[in-house]
């Protein structure tokens, strides 16, 4: 038998196992978008939400940092297993409709978005060739969109039509019957583990300072999680407000983007398949993105509607875009007996992006406006790009 994390030839259980981290990655948005969707039935205030979501990064931060342990003594599956635990967990108290329940809620929440990606990259990495990597950790990232789309269709009319406690109850029902389909497939990529041994923090953080290639992807991760979750956000308000669009218009081209950031995530990582070129086309990406945030920061207003949606579209391409290729690279450069931890390590700088994001924002915006934040943006990301350009060129010269 094969366990998940133990380097093993490419294998036909590479589907399966595929499937199974694709779902997750899926819940898992579908349970943090919930409170959300189902806020103005609940009556969920913008400052609950606000402290939900400080409360799934305080929990998710270090459980991404020092996950990769549990990973590699448990197993994928296993670990996949407890999060969706987790959901469960986080989903009946959020069903209680208290601040106090919706704290605790995404507390729980943060244990599960914590581990969830470095385990599906100690699992899929040993199953699926060098060549195909960026692209099947490409597809796999496509998880956040597919939880995304889901949620927005069906939890609102199970809110409008049943109320808020059954949309909580529907995203727990997903969570159970993924702990079955993740328990089902264990057995097949179960066998004798044998972990490598635990490592302190200094050792961790070593992981990421120790090589050039990796501190700088975690480096250029920060200001491109900056750009995305400011994308999902506040590009509406951006639009309402300095583009001079209508609010259904500024929610047509947010649409635009989040289907430009799936065409992305596949697209990206057929192309860095395609010429095996990952990092390049990370700064392909970074540049992208930065050129986007700077055109509709500083002139958007006058693209015009056709413009404006394209630019949206484009947006979406590459601030949505890149991480199926970043989780790519991230395994490729990470020892191989370290994937999990390595990953989990960058993607605390990763996260940390996420929750620095909104008060940038609100700080630029109060100051100037939510143009001269987006151009901020790109600044920044133009800045995540010259480190990866750095940190490449310093790997070619050894």
Same mark, same amino acid.
């Given at each position: 038998m094969l366990d998940g994390n133990t380097p093993i030839r490419p294998a036909p259980a590479l589907l399966p196992a595929l499937t199974a981290m694709t779902s997750l990655q899926a819940i898992v948005a579908l349970a943090l978008f919930a409170p959300g969707v189902v806020a103005p039935r609940a009556h969920i205030e913008v400052w609950q939400l606000s #402290?939900?979501?400080?409360?799934? +990064? &305080?929990?998710g931060i270090p459980a991404s940092f020092w996950g990769g342990g549990f990973i590699a003594r448990l197993g994928s599956l296993r670990i996949a297993s407890l999060c969706a635990t987790a959901i469960v967990v /986080?989903? %009946?108290?959020?069903?209680? /409709?208290?601040?106090? %329940? *919706? $704290? &605790?809620?995404g507390l729980c929440l943060g244990l599960a978005m914590g581990p969830e990606t470095p385990a599906s990259a100690a699992l899929l990495a040993r199953l699926v060739t060098a060549e195909r990597r960026a692209f099947v950790f490409s597809v796999r990232q496509t998880g956040n969109q597919i939880g995304a789309v889901c949620g927005s269709l069906a939890l609102p009319a199970i809110a409008i039509a049943f109320g808020p406690a059954w949309c909580y109850a529907a995203v727990g029902a997903c969570a159970l019957l993924a702990i079955v389909f993740f328990e089902w497939l264990r057995p097949a990529y179960a066998g004798k583990i044998v972990p490598p041994p635990k490592l302190d923090l200094r050792a961790r953080l070593a992981l990421v300072t120790a090589d050039r290639q990796i501190a700088m992807l &975690? *480096?250029? !991760?920060?200001? +491109?999680? &900056? #750009?995305?979750?400011? $994308?999902?956000? =506040?590009f509406v308000t951006l639009g309402t407000r300095e583009l001079g669009l209508s609010h259904i218009e500024a929610g047509l081209a947010l649409a635009c983007a989040q289907a430009g950031g799936l065409v992305g995530r596949l697209g990206w990582g057929y192309v860095? #398949?395609? +010429?095996?070129?990952?990092?390049? =086309? $990370?700064? =392909?990406?970074g540049l992208g993105m930065a050129f986007c945030a700077a055109l509709l920061g500083l002139d958007g207003a006058s693209l015009g509607r056709t413009g404006q949606f394209t630019i949206a579209a484009l947006f979406g391409l590459t601030a949505s875009g890149w991480n199926g290729v970043f989780i790519a690279e991230i395994a490729r450069l990470a020892p191989q007996d370290r994937i999990g931890e390595t990953t989990g390590a960058v993607l605390t700088a990763s996260? #940390? /992006? *996420? *929750?620095?994001?909104? %008060? $940038?924002? !609100?700080?630029?915006? /109060? %100051?100037a406006n939510l143009g001269v934040a987006f151009f901020t943006l790109a600044c920044l990301a133009l800045c995540g790009t010259l480190a990866l350009i750095w940190g490449g060129h310093d790997r070619a010269r050894k």
């Amino acid at each position: 038998m094969l366990d998940g994390n133990t380097p093993i030839r490419p294998a036909p259980a590479l589907l399966p196992a595929l499937t199974a981290m694709t779902s997750l990655q899926a819940i898992v948005a579908l349970a943090l978008f919930a409170p959300g969707v189902v806020a103005p039935r609940a009556h969920i205030e913008v400052w609950q939400l606000s #402290m939900f979501s400080c409360a799934v +990064f &305080a929990v998710g931060i270090p459980a991404s940092f020092w996950g990769g342990g549990f990973i590699a003594r448990l197993g994928s599956l296993r670990i996949a297993s407890l999060c969706a635990t987790a959901i469960v967990v /986080g989903m %009946a108290l959020a069903s209680l /409709g208290s601040t106090a %329940a *919706l $704290l &605790a809620a995404g507390l729980c929440l943060g244990l599960a978005m914590g581990p969830e990606t470095p385990a599906s990259a100690a699992l899929l990495a040993r199953l699926v060739t060098a060549e195909r990597r960026a692209f099947v950790f490409s597809v796999r990232q496509t998880g956040n969109q597919i939880g995304a789309v889901c949620g927005s269709l069906a939890l609102p009319a199970i809110a409008i039509a049943f109320g808020p406690a059954w949309c909580y109850a529907a995203v727990g029902a997903c969570a159970l019957l993924a702990i079955v389909f993740f328990e089902w497939l264990r057995p097949a990529y179960a066998g004798k583990i044998v972990p490598p041994p635990k490592l302190d923090l200094r050792a961790r953080l070593a992981l990421v300072t120790a090589d050039r290639q990796i501190a700088m992807l &975690a *480096l250029a !991760s920060m200001p +491109f999680s &900056a #750009m995305q979750v400011s $994308l999902n956000t =506040v590009f509406v308000t951006l639009g309402t407000r300095e583009l001079g669009l209508s609010h259904i218009e500024a929610g047509l081209a947010l649409a635009c983007a989040q289907a430009g950031g799936l065409v992305g995530r596949l697209g990206w990582g057929y192309v860095a #398949m395609r +010429f095996e070129a990952s990092r390049m =086309v $990370l700064v =392909v990406i970074g540049l992208g993105m930065a050129f986007c945030a700077a055109l509709l920061g500083l002139d958007g207003a006058s693209l015009g509607r056709t413009g404006q949606f394209t630019i949206a579209a484009l947006f979406g391409l590459t601030a949505s875009g890149w991480n199926g290729v970043f989780i790519a690279e991230i395994a490729r450069l990470a020892p191989q007996d370290r994937i999990g931890e390595t990953t989990g390590a960058v993607l605390t700088a990763s996260y #940390m /992006g *996420l *929750l620095a994001a909104p %008060a $940038l924002v !609100s700080i630029v915006d /109060g %100051a100037a406006n939510l143009g001269v934040a987006f151009f901020t943006l790109a600044c920044l990301a133009l800045c995540g790009t010259l480190a990866l350009i750095w940190g490449g060129h310093d790997r070619a010269r050894k």
